[in-house]
């Protein structure tokens, strides 16, 4: 049995790891595929004392620390069940898809998110070519050009609104027939000169050349109409969704489905700790995963000396 067990190898997952290896403890990792979201990221330029680095580059810099401290990295190993134990200070379970099962005194679950896609022709082609997701990430890819933002709620209207301030032009494109964000968001963004608010948007294309984004093809549907908007970079803001569809149930959700934490990473379950994408911790970002990652293992040890 492990003393900590970490689900997810990201940068929260990452950070656990070497957090707890460092004291000295039994530490395992089991990850879909180690790295986690930042393998799909290009330019990174906002981790503190890296003033830039790229997404594959960072995966592989998380890997080799976690294993230099003898970590017991599980790759391409999904979770798909959490057992907690059966009395006080007993093993929690975690069983993987293969059917094996884990056992260790304490859970970190790092499993992050991911965005959800528009599924519309030329996203995937255009990903990173001008098709982006993170606007902290991504927005200052885009200044002085012309981008769009996709969806109407609190993430796209604060999208939007930073976005203004950034480059020169900003279409925000909701399907509804009002923006579904706090009204003092909303207010705030129709008094920016530089953006234009469309509403009954369906998206319908993302199109390109030489590789790189143009625009985008939507349908009015108010009038059934196809219009164009030409511009040189879209963020999607439809939702991040949570990978924990496998613990509803088991540990305590919120209503987007992110795990509740308190301030030191506890979750519902004793000797279950979460961090990162996955939680309710606001901002989803890399340093902010990581040191929660490291927040996390530093409890799950305190839980282990106490127990
Ligand atoms: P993730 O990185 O999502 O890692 C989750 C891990 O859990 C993965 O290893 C995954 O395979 C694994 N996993 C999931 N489900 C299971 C399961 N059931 N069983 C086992 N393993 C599982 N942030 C920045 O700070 N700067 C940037 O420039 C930046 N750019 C970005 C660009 C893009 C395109 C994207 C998508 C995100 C970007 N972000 C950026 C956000 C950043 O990548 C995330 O905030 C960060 O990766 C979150 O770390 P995490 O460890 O919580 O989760």
Known sequence: AYDVLVVGGGPAGA??????????????????????????????????????????????????????YGVDVMNLQRADKLVPATTPGGLIEVQLANGATLKSKTVILSTGARWRNVNVPGEEEYKNKGVAYCPHCDGPLFKGKRVAVIGGGNSGVEAAIDLAGLVAHVTLLEFGDQLRADAVLVKKLESLSN????????TTEFTGANGKLNGLNYTDRASGEARRVELEGVFVQI???????????????SKHGEIIVDA??????????????????PYKQIIIAAG????????????????
Not at 26 to 36: D, K, L, S, Y
């Open 15 to 68: 950070a656990a790891a070497v957090y707890a290896a460092r004291k000295g403890i039994r530490t395992g990792v089991a990850a879909e595929r180690f790295g986690g979201q930042v393998n799909d990221t290009l330019a990174i330029e906002n981790y503190i004392s890296v003033l830039s680095t790229d997404g594959p580059k960072f995966a592989m810099a998380l890997e080799s620390h976690v294993k230099d």
């Open 195 to 202: 953006v234009t608010i469309i509403k009954q948007a369906q």
């Open 292 to 307: 929660d990652g490291a927040k996390a293992a530093l409890s799950a040890f305190d839980h282990i000396i106490r127990n």
């Open 264 to 281: 030191k990473g506890q979750t519902s379950v004793p000797g279950v700790f979460a961090a990162g994408d996955a939680t309710t911790v």
């Open 239 to 253: 939702g991040l969704v949570p990978n924990t569809e496998w613990l509803r149930g088991v540990v305590e959700l």
